[in-house]
Structure formats: C-alpha cells, structure tokens
C-alpha cells in the first residue's frame, strides 16, 4: 500500500536549517523538497505545487515577505498553506505574515515538536 506522502517545500538561505527540518520531516514521512533562494522556490513550485510551505523571511534578494506577497497574489499557488519560520519575532513582523496570508509562525530556534505538531495539523 502505498502511504500518502505530503510534500513540504522548506525555502531557507541557511543549509543548516534546511538539514535540520529535511531530518526531522523526513522521519515523520513527508515528502521534503528544499530550495535556499526564493528565486529557486518559484522554479520549484511551477514544476509540482507543495502541501506545505516553510519560509524563511530573511533571505536574499527576494526575501520572505515579497516571496508570500507573490505566491498569495498568484492564482495558482494562492491555496497553499504557508507557515513562517523565522528569528524576526517581533509582533509587526508576525501580524504582516500573517496579512499577507501566512497560516501561521515559527520563531527561530525552532520548536521542533511544535512545529512537527503545526505540520500535522495543517496537512493531515
């Protein structure tokens, strides 16, 4: 039987981070797909639309909040959930992912069992 396996698409600049959360998701039996640069998450996105996004907020270039902003607008990619992970907790920062249309936050250093828990609950 085959499971049904969700994919998380986690955009972050930092590799370390994306080692941490494709090794915690991964064991819980997601599907993980990683890209490092918004710019490298919209390429991905138009190939296979995720179940999940986990997105970093400072990146380069084209940081976090232009990133949501685009995927939000677009009527492709507009339904599918976003959470915010990111060391920018201040409550501005929260309250404009979450306008912006961010399901949810994640402040860094991550939680990692709250987060796994914020995962199941958004795509079981």
Do not use: C, W
Not at 21 to 26: D, F, G, I, P, Q
Not at 70 to 80: L, M, S, W
Not at 101 to 106: L, N, S, T
């Amino acid at each position: 039987m085959e499971p049904n396996t969700k994919t998380i698409l986690v955009i972050d600049d930092s590799s370390t981070n994306i080692i941490l959360l494709e090794a915690v998701l991964s064991s819980k039996g997601y599907t993980i797909a990683t890209a490092l640069s918004a710019k490298e998450a919209f390429h991905l996105i138009t190939k296979s639309l995720p179940d999940l996004i986990l997105l970093d907020l400072l990146m380069p270039r084209i940081n976090g909040f232009d990133f949501l902003k685009e995927i939000k607008i677009n009527e492709h990619t507009r339904k599918v959930p976003v959470i915010v992970v990111s060391a920018l907790t201040d409550s501005d920062n929260i309250q404009k992912v979450i306008n912006l249309g961010a399901i949810d936050f994640v402040k860094k250093p991550v939680d990692i069992q709250k987060l796994v828990e914020m995962v199941q609950k958004v795509i079981s």
